[in-house]
């Protein structure tokens, strides 16, 4: 598999499980201050890793980005209340990665 398989099977993941979280932690609710940026992140990751892998690479980039300041910023609200959310956590990390990974196989493989 190469990079930019791998980091489309992440970007799914990350979407899927943003989406999933909530539902499972009744965050689907008007007050939940992270329901528009986690459904943004979702709708980016789902996007960009269904392009054409030249479109797909940039976007992804950009949707990993984004992706990794919003679950941050819940890692960081987590921690806050005196909490650690893993999840959160775990994404933010794996949204860092594979942006980074991304930019390093696009300065690799340009002409």
């Not at 996007?47 to 992804?60: D, I, K, S």
């Amino acid at each position: 598999m190469t990079v930019v398989s791998i980091s489309r099977v992440a970007a799914v993941a990350v979407s899927a499980g943003t989406f999933v979280f909530l539902f499972v932690n009744g965050s689907w609710r008007r007050d939940n201050l992270f329901l528009v940026p986690d459904l943004v992140l979702c709708a980016l990751l789902a996007v960009a890793a269904a392009l054409p892998a030249r479109t797909a690479v940039p976007a992804m980039v950009l949707a990993f980005g984004v992706s990794a300041g919003v679950l941050m910023t819940a890692t960081s609200e987590y921690a806050v209340d005196g909490r650690f959310g893993v999840a959160a956590f775990v994404g933010a990390l794996a949204s860092a990665g594979f942006a980074v990974a991304l930019v390093r196989h696009s300065l690799r493989t340009r002409p």
